[in-house]
């Protein structure tokens, strides 16, 4: 075992490179390139944060039912969204220009281009269509909008979007809003009103998923009107689209509706701050496609969403979704994986940018090391060589000179340098002798 050792010990100490003088050397240069890289990391290109908080909607409306499965969608992903209630889309656009609020639902019609640009907003995709649905009582005739001139109409409180949206169809119409008798009650309350006669009809515009537009269509004396004039709203009001309530859509065996009706529809769009990470708006994309892709009554399988129908920009990242679909590496990896290699892209920057310079460092710093180890031994024998040139002819101190010049050769034989350095070493040593040669020589004389 003692030979074995001895040999590893000799192999080591003859070695043709100094992996602990090498490992120093390029102790600095690492540190720096970590320090760079995780400054990078952090600074240049942070992790996608793992909470977002989405402004929905009122209680049972379609907003709060979408919140809760895009909630769902992104937990796979172990983002954590945090559901905020709302009066409905300006309040949610209020919400997001706070900067209360990082995503929310807004309705098409809300603001407009120069707006959003100006408030540092972005579209992340227009999601479904909001019909415009007029409930009205069945003893209320109205074929057409002017004939609610007189009756208690509700429009919703101001944040839901309605209010704005119906007064711009109510103008077209030549219809002022002060000529009806307009309430504010929100969506439950206001269903409530409707089916006790306490008002005579009440405007949503909503996905026909909501809870309330689905008991409505089915409840006994309560009508839909129908928009028969939906073509021509479109070309007065750009931001609306012509759709079709098909007959029996509701229910096929009860012939709910028993005929087509005719709507107008704006667009529920998904609406960010230009702040939100790139990354989010992916998953958001992505979890968007899952939820709206499907055939509905009022859409096509594929439809949506798409980055039509909005006044506001379209992200960059929802663009380049739409047009390439999702990141390559998204594809095949989970987005924490994928996230973490495309983030590495940006590392790679600074660390080409400190391995050139520093890799011409290292080697100097590296050899300074070895040839330190043999240079720190050149002072001592100076140093004897000044003793004995102080002290010339004073034999009593020539043998102390003799003992410091064995000591130091004894410690340079014990001085492992690399082989191609070995060189320096038997020149000291030879040094060292000639020293001692003079020491002897002063003895002798």
């Known amino acids: 075992m003692q ?56 209680e049972n409306s379609a907003y709060e039912e979408f919140g809760r499965q895009y909630a769902k969608a992104l937990a ?68 057409n909008l002017t004939q609610l001139r007189g009756l208690r109409i509700n429009l919703g409180p101001e944040g839901t979007g309605v209010p704005r949206l119906f007064k711009q169809v109510l103008d077209v119409n030549g219809v002022e809003p002060n000529e009806l008798k307009i309430s504010a009650l929100e969506n439950t309350p206001a269903t409530m009103a409707l089916l006790d006669g306490s008002i005579d009809g009440l405007v949503f515009s909503s996905a026909p998923e909501a809870p309330l537009i689905q008991m409505l269509l089915q409840t006994p004396g309560i009508k839909l009107f129908d928009f028969t004039q939906a073509e021509a709203y479109t070309r007065r009001l750009p931001f609306l689209t012509h759709v079709v309530l098909p007959r029996g859509i509701v229910d096929l065996g009860r012939d709910i509706p028993a005929r087509d009706y005719q709507l107008i529809a704006p667009t529920a769009t998904l609406v960010a701050r230009d702040d939100l990470h790139p990354a989010l708006i992916d998953l958001f994309v992505q979890a968007a496609t899952d939820i709206h892709g499907g055939a509905g009554w009022f859409q096509q399988q594929g439809q949506f969403p798409t980055p ?65 180890r043999v240079y720190r031994w050149y002072g001592q024998l100076r140093a004897v060589e000044q003793e004995l ?31 191609a350095f070995a060189d320096q070493l038997y020149e000291l040593r030879s040094h060292i002798n000639f020293v001692r040669q003079r020491v002897r020589a002063a003895a002798g004389a």
């Open 3 to 58: 030979p074995m050792r001895r040999v590893i010990s000799n192999v080591r100490k003859f070695s043709t490179l100094s992996l602990r003088d090498l490992l120093v050397a390029l102790g600095p240069t690492v540190a720096l390139v970590i320090i760079a890289c995780v400054a990078a990391w952090l600074l240049v290109d942070p992790a996608p944060p793992r909470k977002v908080v989405l402004a929905t909607g009122q």
């Open 76 to 143: 796979k992903n172990d983002i954590k969204v945090t559901l905020v209630p709302s009066l409905g889309s300006q309040d949610n656009l209020q919400r997001l220009v706070d900067g209360k609020v990082d995503i929310a639902f807004v309705q098409s019609g809300s603001t407009n281009e120069t707006q959003a640009q100006h408030r540092g907003l972005v579209s992340l995709g227009s999601l479904f269509t909001e019909p415009v649905w007029l409930f009205l009582r069945d003893s209320v005739k109205v074929d």
């Open 308 to 372: 039509r129908y909005s006044e506001i920009p379209v992200a960059h990242e929802a663009a380049r979704f739409y047009r390439d679909g999702p990141p390559f590496l998204q594809r095949y990896m989970r987005f924490w994986l994928a996230n973490l290699f495309e983030r590495m892209w940006v590392v790679l920057v600074p660390l080409l940018a400190l391995l050139i310079p520093l890799s011409k460092v290292v080697p100097p710093v590296y050899v300074w090391r070895i040839r330190s």
């Open 389 to 419: 040139e102080a002290h010339r002819g004073e034999e009593a101190v020539l043998p102390n000179l003799l003992r410091r010049l064995d000591d130091i050769e004894r410690r340079v034989n014990q001085t492992s340098v690399p082989l």
